[in-house]
Nanobody, 128 residues
Framework: QVQLVESGGGSVQAGGSLRLSCAASAYTASSNCMAWFRQAPGREREAVAAIYRPFSATVVTTSLKGRFTVSQDNAKTTVYLQMTNLNTEDTAMYYC?????????????????????WGQGTQVTVSS
């Protein structure tokens, strides 16, 4: 069992930055792929970014490239989501998820079904 705890959310003005953290209770083969999702009110949960932990191979959804970056610490215990130049459309609950990838990257990273473990979420609110 892997527990995920997100932190770092909050309120920020448009143009500002936030860094979210996701602390994982363990680094296991069943959690070698970790991702960030977000869900705004009335909308479906959408994939934001993912990292294949053994190689630190990262991917960010196309529309957020250049503003969002995913990374992890050297101990591979915490995954980060750095968000810059935030706008009101980034307002959402942000969730961390972990699952097992059989390969050397996270091939189906945008699918919620690929993740066995989920955090409780951290709220990000961007005001204009």
């Amino acid at each position: 069992q892997v527990q995920l705890v997100e932190s770092g959310g909050g309120s920020v003005q448009a143009g500002g930055s936030l860094r979210l953290s996701c602390a994982a209770s363990a680094y296991t083969a069943s959690s070698n792929c970790m991702a960030w999702f977000r869900q705004a009110p009335g909308r479906e949960r959408e994939a934001v970014a993912a990292i294949y932990r053994p190689f630190s191979a990262t991917v960010v959804t196309t529309s957020l490239k250049g503003r969002f970056t995913v990374s992890q610490d050297n101990a591979k215990t915490t995954v980060y989501l750095q968000m810059t130049n935030l706008n009101t459309e980034d307002t959402a609950m942000y969730y961390c998820a972990a699952g097992r990838s059989p390969g050397t990257y996270c091939p189906a990273w945008t699918s919620k079904d690929e993740y066995m473990y989920w955090g409780q979420g951290t709220q990000v609110t961007v005001s204009s």
